[in-house]
């Protein structure tokens, strides 16, 4: 398959939803007002609108290697400031996947360049569960423990960003949930991480704002 295959494929799919929602894009382009935001992994097996039944417009994706929240990563920050102060959001999905490649890179020993740095936050988070890990029968298992456990670290992340803490203080209805996608499945686990609130948090993550006592 070539460039021009994929723009053929695309004119015939544009023409093809006018032809069954006639004004479908002159639709599309005039709002957008999506409720949830999806922060996914990379992978192209795990397309985010299909797996929720989602049309273009409902949901705000942004994706990266095993769907992480560093807390100096301006791009993924600017994601989540513009969902929520803009777009006013609802749930922020954070979904990782069994089986993630850059999840089993984290966890060996061997160097893969670059992408290795990024990958270090995973193996904070592994360091922190080593025995649980160590005891799981093989590399399968603990893979996909790892996928969930960076999941929740992630959701964590989440919550502690100055602007989910806003939205919080100032009563914006927000929630951050954790998923994990099984790709032989087909089906989102939920994880039961909410948070929905910087109750939740611990103490030392939890953010003043002006005229607040620290």
């Known amino acids: 398959m070539d460039i ?14 006018e032809k069954d929602h006639p004004g479908y894009f002159q639709g599309l382009s005039e709002v957008q007002s999506p409720k949830f935001l999806w922060i996914g992994c990379s992978d192209s097996r795990v397309p985010a609108n299909e797996i929720v ?10 994706r990266n290697i095993a769907n992480i929240v560093p807390n100096a990563d301006a791009n993924c920050l600017a994601v989540i400031e513009y969902a929520i102060n803009a777009l006013k959001v609802e749930h922020i999905l954070v979904v990782g ?36 890990l160590a005891a799981l029968p093989d590399e399968e298992a603990r893979v996909n423990m790892m996928c969930r456990l960076n999941v929740k670290a992630q959701v964590m992340n989440v919550a502690r960003t ?5 939205a919080w203080r100032r009563g914006q209805p927000l929630q951050v949930h954790g998923w994990c996608y099984g790709l032989e499945t087909g089906l989102v686990e939920d994880l039961n991480c909410t948070m929905g609130g910087a109750e939740a948090l611990p103490e030392a993550f939890r953010l003043t704002f002006d005229g607040e006592d620290a």
């Open 53 to 62: 039944g989602m049309k273009p417009g409902e949901l705000f994706v942004h």
């Open 97 to 132: 996947h069994l089986g993630c490649g850059g999840v089993r890179a984290a966890l060996s020993r061997k160097a893969h360049g670059p992408i290795d740095n990024w990958l270090a936050r995973i193996k904070d988070i592994a360091s922190l569960h080593a025995d649980a």
């Open 162 to 166: 100055s602007m989910v803490q806003a």
């Open 4 to 17: 021009e295959t994929l723009i053929d494929r695309n004119r015939a799919w544009a023409a093809s939803q």
